[in-house]
C-alpha cells in the first residue's frame, strides 16, 4: 500500500531529527531506528538531497546546516533551476516581459534561449546576464538596495507606471492562501503589486517548496492575481490543492 504525503513527511522529518542530533549516521542505523527498510530510508534520503536538506556519502547521510532562503545551496540552485526553465516556456518571441527582484525569476532569463524579447525589471542583476543580442533590457531606475541590487523607490514606481508587459515572472519568499503572494521588503511589495497590475497577459509565479504555504511580512498581491505558479513536487499536496481551488494553475516540476 503506497504511503499517504503525511507518512512520508513524518518519517522524513524524523530522519532530519536524528541527523540534527548526531550530525552523521549510516543508513542502516536510520533504517533500525525507524523500524523501516534500508530501501526505504535511502528512497527518503534522496529526496531530502534534492530538496537541499542533506548530504549523502558511502552509506551514510549527514545533516545541510540551516540556510536562509537566498543563500547558496547546490541543490537548492538546480530546484529553483528547474522552476525557472519551465517559466521561460511561457515566454514567446516578441513578448515584453516584466520580472522582479527573486533569484528564480532571475534565473528564467537564462533559458529563455534565442528568444527576443523586451525585459523590464528593477533587478540591477539582469545586467551582468547575456542575452539575445536583439533583446531589449530596460532598467526601471530608481534607489539600489544592497544586497539583493533591487531597485525601488518613486523612481521605480513611476517606471513601471508608464508601462505594460505581455507576461511577468514573479519570485516570492512566501505563498499562502491566507496572505498571497508575500515578501520581507515593503519597497519591494509595492514594486510587485505594480507589476502585477500592469501586466496584460499571463502573471506566473516561481517558488521552490519553501515557500509553500509559508508567507513573509508584506503582500504583493493575492493568490488569484496568480494564472501559473510554478513549483517542485516537494511543495505540500494540502496548501496546492487550496491554491487550485483559487482557479491558480499549478505546474509541479520533478528534479
Not at 533587478?123 to 542575452?131: E, G, I, P, R, T
Amino acid at each position: 500500500m503506497k504511503s499517504s504525503h503525511k507518512t512520508i513527511k513524518a518519517r522524513r522529518d524524523k530522519i532530519l531529527e536524528l541527523l540534527k542530533t548526531e550530525n552523521t549516521l549510516p543508513v542502516k542505523e536510520v533504517s533500525r531506528e525507524l523500524a523501516v527498510s534500508e530501501i526505504t530510508v535511502r528512497r527518503d534520503l534522496i529526496a531530502l538531497e534534492k530538496m537541499g536538506l542533506v548530504q549523502r556519502a558511502h552509506g551514510k547521510a549527514q545533516i545541510v546546516q540551516e540556510i536562509g532562503t537566498e543563500d547558496y545551496n547546490e541543490e537548492i540552485e538546480v530546484l529553483k533551476n528547474t522552476i525557472a526553465k519551465k517559466a521561460a516556456e511561457f515566454v514567446k518571441d516578441g513578448n515584453t516581459l516584466f520580472i522582479n527582484t527573486g533569484s528564480t525569476a532571475l534565473s528564467s532569463l537564462k533559458n529563455l534561449e534565442d528568444k527576443r524579447v523586451t525585459i523590464v525589471t528593477n533587478n540591477v542583476k539582469v545586467a551582468n546576464l547575456d542575452h539575445n543580442p536583439n533583446s531589449t533590457v530596460i532598467l526601471s531606475g530608481g534607489e539600489i538596495r544592497f544586497p539583493k541590487e533591487a531597485l525601488v523607490g518613486d523612481i521605480a514606481i513611476d517606471s513601471f507606471s508608464k508601462m505594460s508587459s505581455d507576461i511577468s515572472i514573479i519570485g516570492c519568499s512566501g505563498l499562502s492562501i491566507e496572505n498571497g503572494i508575500t515578501t520581507p521588503v515593503l519597497h519591494e511589495a509595492k514594486i510587485n503589486s505594480l507589476i502585477i497590475e500592469r501586466t496584460n497577459g499571463l502573471v506566473i509565479v516561481v517558488a521552490d517548496y519553501r515557500k509553500i504555504g509559508f508567507s513573509s511580512n508584506f503582500t504583493s498581491g493575492t493568490i488569484k492575481d496568480i494564472n501559473y505558479l510554478i513549483t517542485d513536487t516537494f511543495a505540500s499536496p494540502e496548501v496546492i490543492r487550496e491554491i487550485e481551488k483559487q482557479g491558480v494553475q499549478v505546474i509541479q516540476v520533478e528534479v
